[in-house]
T-cell receptor
Framework: RKEVEQDPGPFNVPEGATVAFNCTYS??????FFWYRQDCRKEPKLLMSVYSSGNEDGRFTAQLNRASQYISLLIRDSKLSDSATYLC??????????FGAGTRLFVKA | EAGVAQSPRYKIIEKRQSVAFWCNPI?????LYWYQQILGQGPKLLIQFQNNGVVDDSQLPKDRFSAERLKGVDSTLKIQPAKLEDSAVYLC??????????FGQGTRLTVV
């Protein structure tokens, strides 16, 4: 089993739709979690951290479920500019950081 | 604030040749990472430095890859000799203390 797993997609959604991605991790001792966004042929950029109580940043909401060992990202009111690959990142302590393979999102007009 | 700088941006070499990549992290960032990203995959950690010491190099193919971070600032990653399967984007990232990482634009390596 991979340490961090994501549904590769692609997710094809119309503008204005709500879309959610999940990411599972295998190490129960994992301590911190992030979502990164990567545009085609660009470097990954931090989208948001994921906190135990859940957190929101505009149209983006991140949730952590430690019992089931997954994190999620919800995007509301999707925009064309949200089209990208979303990478789940898990820090397993001792500074070990693991990236998922990414979920591709296409938002259509 | 200046970001993570990497050079070169692109490199094409023949198999069995050697190549080196350079990274200058964000000023003051103690943690530096080198990742390999093959097309269609997420970044894979090759090596992680904390200041000038190695924290994790478990996925670095040490028979051909080497990396150093002298003086705890700049870093170089070398491949010698290169193989076709080394074609990828090599990303350098840095973070203040091993949490949120900020990436450079990467070096796109093509081995022919």
């Amino acid at each position: 089993r991979k340490e961090v797993e994501q549904d590769p997609g692609p997710f094809n959604v119309p503008e204005g739709a709500t879309v959610a991605f999940n990411c599972t991790y295998s190490n129960s001792a994992s301590q911190s979690f992030f979502w990164y966004r990567q545009d085609c042929r660009k470097e990954p950029k931090l989208l948001m951290s994921v906190y135990s109580s859940g957190n929101e940043d505009g149209r983006f909401t991140a949730q952590l479920n430690r019992a089931s060992q997954y994190i999620s990202l919800l995007i509301r009111d999707s925009k064309l500019s949200d089209s990208a690959t979303y990478l789940c990142v898990v820090n397993s302590g001792g500074f070990k950081t693991i990236f998922g393979a990414g979920t591709r999102l296409f938002v259509k007009a | 604030e200046a970001g993570v700088a990497q050079s070169p941006r692109y490199k094409i070499i023949e198999k069995r040749q050697s190549v080196a990549f350079w990274c200058n992290p964000i000023s003051g960032h103690a943690t530096l990472y080198w990742y390999q990203q093959i097309l269609g995959q997420g970044p894979k950690l090759l090596i992680q430095f904390q200041n000038n010491g190695v924290v994790d190099d478990s996925q670095l193919p040490k028979d051909r890859f080497s990396a150093e971070r002298l003086k705890g600032v700049d870093s170089t990653l070398k491949i010698q000799p290169a193989k076709l399967e080394d074609s990828a984007v090599y990303l350098c990232a840095s973070s203040p203390q091993g949490e949120k990482a900020f990436f450079g634009q990467g070096t796109r390596l093509t081995v022919v």
